[in-house]
């Protein structure tokens, strides 16, 4: 199945959506969100390196920003943070780019603000940039790799059957409940506290009321 132009969703909200659902549906249903220490910090972070028009060399290397990309197997677009262009020796498994000779593969990279996590919200985000581009350019890509701003770190993440079928999972629930415009329920757990969304989400919400309504009815009716 593949999704039509106006069905897309957000890439980077797959992230959010394997933190909690219902961060997610907070974001991109109800259009709720709010600023705290680690999200101004992955914005500072992110800042640096999202320039479309800077491409670094370094060797025979080529890193382009922001690349944008696409799937509509997968119903997501968005951008990846960078791809590296490395030197191929034919055609097997590379593309052509119009700026420079010779055939590259393509080698994708996630800048993250924190340190590597226990689970796998930021495998899931790089795996799906690499499944956009290898639908977009019709290759295969084995490596891409998650670049840690407080460790100064690169990890090498290896995109295995395993993390693409979780990428598919979570795309076709996050359409499922994009779908349905129904917000999940609130489930507390210890993520919870680095949640900046923590004021917003209101645990005794029942299933079907969405968040907005719940503060017009009760926060915003008291300054009225």
Known sequence: MAYAEDELLMLSGIQHYKFCPRQWALIH????????RLTIEGSLL?????????RQKNGQTITMR???????????????????L?????????IRHPQY????????????????????TDEVQLAAQVMCLEEMYGLSIG???????????????SINEDLRQLVRACATEMHSIYQS??????????????????????PELSEKQKVSI???????????
């Open 29 to 36: 249903l109800e259009q709720l969100w709010d600023e705290n």
């Open 46 to 54: 992110h800042k640096q390196v999202d320039n479309p028009f800077y």
């Open 66 to 84: 922001s690349v944008p990309i696409v799937s509509y197997e997968l119903g997501l677009y968005g951008l990846s943070d960078a791809v590296e």
């Open 86 to 94: 490395q030197p191929a020796d034919s055609e097997h498994n590379s």
């Open 101 to 120: 000779s010779g055939w590259w593969h393509l080698y994708p990279i996630e800048y993250k603000r924190g340190h590597p996590k226990h689970d796998e």
């Open 143 to 157: 490596q891409a790799a998650l670049f840690y701003g407080e460790t100064n770190h690169r990890v090498v993440v």
């Open 181 to 202: 415009q129904i917000t999940p329920k609130a489930e507390k757990r210890r993520c919870c506290r680095n949640c900046s969304l923590c004021d917003l989400c209101v």
């Open 214 to 224: 719940y503060l017009k009815n009760n926060l915003y009716a008291d300054i009225t």
